[in-house]
């Protein structure tokens, strides 16, 4: 079954850093853009960063770009979000998914990964 | 940061025909695909229309997407109590990002 698997949330501290992971399963990985997605508690669906088939280009949401790094590794078939200086704005569930096209321009994601909770707090 | 706007709610009986707009800019739904999705409580969302008015397989025919401008609208006939969930629009931004709407809670009275 293809799939996606996040991991790697947690709570975390206001000010410190983590690393997400999204493990895909049964389908050639490397053909796919992909990106993560989050939802903070009780509210709706934000982009978060996107990153091409091969890893060269990526694009992030203001509210993200210079804290977090969107990157891949075609070998180990895996996605990963880098996220540094959390604050509490970044609490949410964290989703990756996979586009439809080679390409990070788009938005229609066929793929999705059950989530993995980040929560900042002191 | 949602640049995407759809009405909080929208309601039908079993049967009926509910459709949800998602209003945009020039930049984003006027210039680019819109993708529509699906979340059920505590799940991950579903894309149930991309290219506007593309179903992926799996997706039932009752649901068609259109799209004028810098408009688009997702419409749900023969409403079902299965088809209550939260749906979202999402585009992509001449801006280089990605936006989603604002989300619509679909009941089924």
């Known amino acids: 079954e293809v799939q996606l698997l996040e991991s790697g949330g947690g709570l975390v501290r206001p000010g410190e850093s983590l690393r997400l992971s999204c493990a895909a399963s049964v389908f050639r990985f490397s053909a796919y853009a992909m990106t993560w997605v989050r939802q903070p508690p009780g509210r709706g669906l934000e982009w978060v960063a996107s990153v091409s088939a091969s890893g060269a280009t990526t694009f992030y949401s203001d509210s993200v770009r210079g804290r977090f790094t969107i990157s891949r590794d075609n070998s180990m078939n895996t996605l990963y979000l880098q996220v540094t200086s959390l604050g509490a704005e970044d609490t949410a569930i964290y989703f990756c998914?996979?586009?439809?096209?080679?390409?990070?321009?788009?938005?229609?994601?066929?793929?999705w990964g059950q989530g993995t909770v980040l929560t900042v707090s002191s | 940061q949602s640049v995407l706007t759809q009405p909080p709610s929208a309601s039908g009986t079993p049967g009926q025909r509910v459709t949800i707009s998602c209003s945009g800019s020039s930049s984003n739904v006027g210039n680019n695909a819109v993708a529509w999705y699906q979340q059920l409580p505590g799940t991950a969302p579903r894309l149930v229309i991309y290219?506007?008015?593309q179903r992926p397989s799996g997706v039932p025919d009752r649901f068609s997407g259109s799209k004028s401008g810098t408009s688009a609208s997702l419409a749900i006939s023969g409403l079902q109590s299965d088809d209550e969930a939260d749906y979202y629009c999402?585009?992509?931004?001449?801006?280089?990002?990605?936006?989603f709407g604002t989300g619509t809670k679909v009941s089924v009275l």
């Open positions: 998914g996979r586009s439809l096209s080679s390409h990070p321009r788009a938005t229609a994601f066929d793929i």
């Open positions: 290219s506007n008015d």
């Open positions: 999402a585009a992509w931004d001449d801006s280089l990002m990605g936006v």
